[in-house]
């Protein structure tokens, strides 16, 4: 598992990354999430939803109900193009916060090169 720490940080960034593939439900969100980092992240209800419902609260990501075969409907969530901005945004903050790194810690933990 990755530190709490480091995990809240990116809690934002992954889940607008997440939803940029497609629109998802929460325990969906969870899965790709944990799947991705081989276990490294596993997201508790507790932050899960507050995270989604403060991101569509900003206008970041927007949430619809579907009907599902299997239970019962389920909320998906949706990046809305304010939430597109916002990626854009993470993802140049975090890949200058990668570039400081590589620096400290030599290139070739450098994202796409340094």
Do not use: C
Not at 11 to 28: D, F, H, N, T, V
Not at 44 to 50: R, T
Request: glycine fraction near 8%; avoid cysteine.
């Amino acid at each position: 598992m990755l530190p709490k720490a480091l995990v809240a940080a990116s809690l934002q960034p992954i889940m607008l990354s997440l939803l940029a593939e497609r629109a998802m439900y929460g325990y969906e969100l969870t899965q790709r999430a944990s799947a991705l980092s081989d276990g490294k992240i596993a997201w508790a209800a507790s932050k899960l939803y507050p995270t989604l419902h403060d991101l569509e609260n900003k206008g970041l990501v927007s949430s619809f109900w579907q009907r599902s075969e299997s239970g019962p409907d389920r909320k998906y969530y949706r990046l809305t193009p304010p939430g597109e901005q916002a990626l854009a945004k993470a993802k140049a903050d975090w890949l200058d916060l990668n570039h400081i790194l590589a620096k400290l810690w030599g290139p070739e933990l450098a994202l796409g090169g340094a």
